[in-house]
């Protein structure tokens, strides 16, 4: 088929989502055209199956806020009529879904039919989409989409509460590549960082304020007072500033570091001991299925769709929003003991693999068959 995809191009879970996917179709021979404002981060490298046609936004005087939403219609109607694209599917609702309910219009003008589908990821329906300033015009272009889906069960139930449509939604639950995570740690870059062979604890998010990355902090160093340990904080975001700010006053917290934006998270898990969660809500928390395919177990809040990938006791553990002692109580139980912690780790690993490439995208080509 010949499938267009729309995206956030950055490093947020959608994003990265929507870009293993295509990369992931085209690998099954899929043509897949990529539509979006700038090359997404994921996707690096020449695939012969892969195009990506970038959304340009032309700035005129009277523009206070340059009209990206027609600028991406218009570029999903010439990719479609250009490329002979079967359906168009977009990944989160604002504004990609309204977008193209418009290209869907034009081109039933012009005589074609372009099925689409809309999936949902979290924030597009737990906080944005909801905000009256939005609310309208997502749920209108949600019962528009021809196929609905949401990225969790938790997810599903969100939408129904918080929006008024009847829409049957589909749960697809993201997917990991399995091999890109499990690799063999490497073993000089663990000296590097932990060369006492302190444990190493990884958090990785955009650092918005749902992600409590403060409460990871505070887990460390109640944790670290009993482990050797070392934090590595990847990602940025508006709460960086006043964290670094923090740990750069406080005690023990030399062991924290702030690696930024890391394009080669793979190489990073693999040397992890533990995976840190702390999110008021997470619709599902790629990050952490990723951390479990590189064999390191979660200790995460039990927010949002979490229990559906981290199970209590087995891959890691779950705590209510905001118990950091209750976490860093349960990391030392994950730490303390090799056999424990080995057992965790073989635990998430096989629970990653239940959400492994070959188990999710053939129930995305599903229902690209029933949409076409
Ligand atoms: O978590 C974020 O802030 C990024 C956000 C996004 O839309 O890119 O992630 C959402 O989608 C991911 C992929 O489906 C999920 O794994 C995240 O849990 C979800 N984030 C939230 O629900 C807060």
Same mark, same amino acid.
């Given at each position: 088929m010949n499938i267009a995809i729309v995206c956030y191009p950055t490093f947020g879970g959608s994003g990265v989502l929507a870009t293993e996917l295509g990369k992931a179709?085209?690998?099954? /021979?899929?043509?897949?055209?990529?539509?979006?404002?700038?090359?997404?981060?994921?996707?690096?490298?020449?695939?012969?199956?892969?195009? &990506?046609?970038?959304?340009?936004?032309?700035? &005129?005087?009277?523009?206070?806020?340059?009209?990206?939403?027609?600028?991406?219609?218009?570029?999903?109607?010439?990719?479609?009529?250009?490329? %002979?694209?079967?359906?168009?599917?977009?990944?989160?609702?604002?504004?990609?879904?309204?977008?193209?309910?418009?290209?869907?219009?034009?081109?039933?003008?012009?005589?074609?039919?372009?099925?689409? #589908?809309?999936?949902?990821?979290?924030?597009?329906?737990?906080?944005?989409?909801?905000?009256?300033?939005?609310?309208?015009?997502?749920?209108?272009?949600?019962?528009?989409?021809? #196929?609905?889906?949401?990225?969790?069960?938790?997810?599903k139930e969100e939408t129904y509460k918080n929006f008024k449509i009847i829409k049957p939604i589909d749960v697809i639950h993201n997917f990991v590549d399995i091999n890109r995570f499990n690799k063999k740690p490497v073993d000089a870059f663990k000296k590097l960082i932990a060369p006492n062979n302190e444990k190493i604890i990884v958090h990785a998010s955009n650092f918005r304020k749902l992600k409590r990355v403060k409460?990871?902090?505070?887990?460390?160093?109640?944790?670290?007072?009993?482990?050797?340990?070392?934090?590595?904080?990847? /990602?940025?975001?508006?709460?960086?500033?006043?964290?670094?700010?923090?740990?750069?006053?406080?005690? %023990?917290? /030399?062991?924290?570091?702030?690696?930024?934006?890391?394009?080669? #998270?793979?190489?990073?898990?693999?040397?992890?001991?533990?995976?840190?969660?702390?999110?008021?809500?997470?619709?599902?928390?790629?990050a952490a299925l990723e951390a479990m395919a590189a064999e390191v177990p979660v200790v995460s809040t039990n927010a949002g769709g979490l229990p559906e990938i981290n199970i209590n006791g087995i891959t890691g553990f779950m705590s209510n929003v905001g118990d950091v002692v209750e976490m860093s109580e349960n990391a030392i139980k994950i730490l303390s003991d090799e056999n424990i912690h080995q057992t965790f780790k073989s635990n998430a690993f096989l629970q990653a693999k239940k959400f492994g490439i070959d188990k999710i995208v053939p129930q995305y080509e599903a229902l690209y068959k029933r949409v076409v």
């Open positions: 179709l085209a690998e099954k /021979g899929h043509d897949i055209h990529f539509i979006t404002y700038q090359q997404p981060v994921r996707l690096s490298g020449f695939h012969a199956n892969i195009f &990506y046609h970038e959304v340009r936004v032309p700035t &005129y005087p009277l523009f206070d806020f340059p009209p990206y939403e027609t600028a991406l219609a218009s570029a999903m109607v010439d990719v479609v009529n250009n490329h %002979n694209i079967d359906l168009l599917h977009v990944h989160y609702a604002i504004p990609h879904a309204s977008a193209a309910y418009m290209a869907k219009q034009i081109l039933l003008k012009q005589g074609k039919r372009l099925p689409v #589908i809309t999936t949902l990821h979290g924030t597009d329906i737990t906080l944005v989409g909801r905000d009256k300033t939005y609310s309208p015009v997502v749920t209108f272009s949600m019962e528009e989409s021809d #196929i609905l889906t949401a990225v969790s069960e938790n997810l409460d990871v902090v505070d887990i460390f160093l109640l944790l670290n007072k009993k482990i050797p340990s070392k934090l590595l904080l990847i /990602g940025d975001g508006p709460e960086r500033a006043e964290i670094e700010a923090f740990t750069r006053s406080c005690e %023990n917290c /030399g062991e924290i570091k702030f690696l930024g934006k890391q394009e080669q #998270i793979e190489d990073i898990l693999p040397i992890s001991d533990l995976f840190l969660l702390p999110s008021e809500y997470e619709s599902f928390g790629l």
